[in-house]
């Protein structure tokens, strides 16, 4: 049976995950950061999408325990493990599940400037990993759920996998995206 991350695993993958993007992001020259390709987005624009994905799931781990009760409700369910929620992400996206509304990214532009997109990006990890730990125990993680827009209502643990999880794909989607 796969085990779940306790919140410090949870911690040590999204810092993890958070120091590849950078370094991967960072090696890259502006020239490829801002390109966009045909009907895709930009590396800027991706650091973009996750800044504003991060900080709206951020609300979750920062809004009271009552208040997020109200909004999604009780679990009838265990969490998923990290693979099973992945393999749930990953088949709406094969079924064609797409970012909407909010979290379309805008056109980054060159003058905005890298670093500073960059250092956003750091910022929204290193507070939504602070919001974790300050505000939940090891065990309301998997008694309080958040919506989310393609996977439904899912478990505060299922929301972390998200996280981590989240950074490594669009990671791996501007690494495609260079080589070619």
């Known amino acids: 049976m796969a085990q779940h991350f306790t919140i410090n695993q949870i911690e040590e993958q999204l810092l993890a995950g958070k120091k590849d993007f950078l370094n991967y992001c960072s090696s890259l020259s502006d020239e490829q950061f801002f390109y966009t390709p045909e009907g895709k987005w930009s590396a800027a624009q991706q650091v973009k999408h996750l800044i504003i994905a991060i900080n709206t799931s951020r609300l979750a781990f920062t809004l009271p325990k009552l208040i997020v009760r109200l909004i999604a409700g009780k679990p009838n369910r265990p969490s998923r493990t990290y693979d099973e929620l992945v393999a749930k992400y990953k088949l709406k996206l094969e079924q064609g599940g797409r970012a909407s509304g909010r979290f379309i990214p ?18 929204a990890i290193k507070k939504i990993t602070a919001a974790i730990k300050k505000n939940w125990k090891e065990t309301l993680l998997d008694n309080y759920l958040s919506p989310h827009p393609l996977l439904g209502k899912i478990t505060l643990r299922e929301l972390c996998y998200f996280s981590i999880y989240h950074t490594l794909h669009h990671l791996n989607n501007i690494q495609k995206a260079a080589k070619l």
């Open 106 to 123: 805008p056109p980054v532009h060159q003058s905005y400037g890298k670093q500073k997109l960059l250092k956003k990006f750091d910022t």
